[in-house]
């Protein structure tokens, strides 16, 4: 006898219950590989956020010591401004106004989010997280650019034209004594505009650390955040 309308119903039922399952199964799968791609992203990122930390600790700790050092523009300017000659009390300044530490972050994790469209993955509040965190470390690396490098660039030029070289070269010893005065002249016109250029660099200095002590404290709220949360140490 032939097979009945009912028998073919509940055979296609069959068939689209499995195509249906298997759907699911897949897409189920296929959530999971996305969920820990995206909790291997935030784990990469904890990582990062550690470095970083590590890096506004050393930056901070480094700049303090500039600024004790350039704490002593007062007295040695008066210093110079009665004997030009007497200028032992340069070496520190100019050994702590030669450079800036400038930050590179570690931010290779975000460049992948981004490159690679990993946002996606990552749920809402950890996505707002980063981005917000990026926004952070760019405003801060355009504030080095100009704020910091411009004030160190000036100290360098007046440096250069200010220093004796007889003197300049022995400067980076270890037992240095200023046996020849580290002023090339008594230019009092360059002098007042290099102290000018040392304040604004200590200002900058300053700017950059409480900068950084912001930074410093964001990471550390995020990583409490990402370990609480995801439990990686």
Not at 25 to 33: D, G, L, P, T, W
Not at 68 to 89: F, I, P
Not at 152 to 157: A, F, P
Request: glycine share 4%.
């Amino acid at each position: 006898p032939g097979q009945g309308w009912k028998h073919y119903l509940f055979e296609f039922l069959m068939l689209f219950l499995a195509v249906f399952c298997g759907f699911l199964a897949k897409n189920f799968r296929e959530h999971q590989v996305e969920e820990e791609r995206g909790k291997q992203y935030i784990q990469s990122f904890y990582g990062d956020l550690h470095y970083n930390l590590a890096t506004f600790s050393r930056i901070i700790d480094a700049n303090k010591q500039k600024i004790d050092a350039l704490n002593n523009l007062d007295a040695c300017y008066d210093s110079l401004s009665k004997n030009w000659k007497n200028s032992s009390c340069l070496a520190a300044l100019i050994k702590n106004s030669s450079f800036f530490w400038n930050v590179e972050f570690s931010n290779g994790t975000i460049d992948q989010l981004k490159n690679a469209g990993g946002f996606r993955l990552l749920k809402r509040d950890d996505r707002d997280s980063i981005i917000s965190y990026d926004e952070k470390t760019r405003r801060y690396k355009d504030a080095e650019l100009t704020m910091v490098q411009p004030s160190q660039d000036n100290v360098r030029n007046n440096t250069r034209k200010l220093v004796n070289f007889k003197a300049n070269k022995f400067i980076d010893s270890a037992n240095y004594v200023a046996e020849i005065p580290l002023l090339f002249s008594d230019n009092k016109d360059l002098l007042n505009e290099f102290f000018n250029d040392l304040l604004r660099y200590k200002r900058a200095i300053n700017f950059q650390s409480n900068l950084l002590i912001n930074l410093k404290e964001k990471t550390s709220r995020l990583i409490e955040y990402f370990n609480t949360k995801y439990h990686f140490d």
